[in-house]
């Protein structure tokens, strides 16, 4: 089994930026589709971006192309998450996650690990 745990959150303004962290332990993460979800209060958890095993693909929802990037160091078993022009409605706990499918997953059935969450606050 992997472990999942996030850091990186925090309180940022308008138009600031983060870097949210993943690190796995319990097993290797290089055959893992690893993804961010996040969950505002009163809201169902969505999906953020997901990436490949490999790398080599990455997908994300609509609202944050552009904008957020996804990327994974396999060597350090860590995911990453960098986000950038953040805005308010971007604010929620952020979820790493953690699927043996090697396929681009964007819901949250197939993920079978999941971390504690970070809070990310964004402020107008």
């Known amino acids: 089994q992997v472990q999942l745990v996030e850091s990186g959150g925090g309180l940022v303004q308008t138009g600031g930026s983060l870097r949210l962290s993943c690190a796995a332990s319990g097993d290797t993460i290089n055959y893992y589709t690893l993804a961010w979800f996040r969950q505002a209060p009163g809201k169902e958890r969505e999906f953020v971006a997901v990436?490949?095993?490999?790398?080599?693909?990455?997908y994300y929802r609509d609202s944050v192309k552009g904008r957020f990037t996804i990327s994974r160091d396999n060597a350090k078993n860590t995911l990453f998450l960098q986000m950038n022009s953040l805005k308010p409605e971007d604010t929620a706990a952020y979820y790493c996650?953690?699927?043996?499918?090697?396929?681009?997953?964007?819901?949250?059935?197939?993920?079978?690990?999941w971390g504690q969450g970070t809070q990310v606050t964004v402020s107008s």
């Open positions: 996650a953690a699927s043996r499918a090697l396929s681009i997953l964007t819901t949250t059935a197939p993920y079978n690990y």
């Open positions: 990436i490949t095993w490999n790398g080599r693909s990455t």
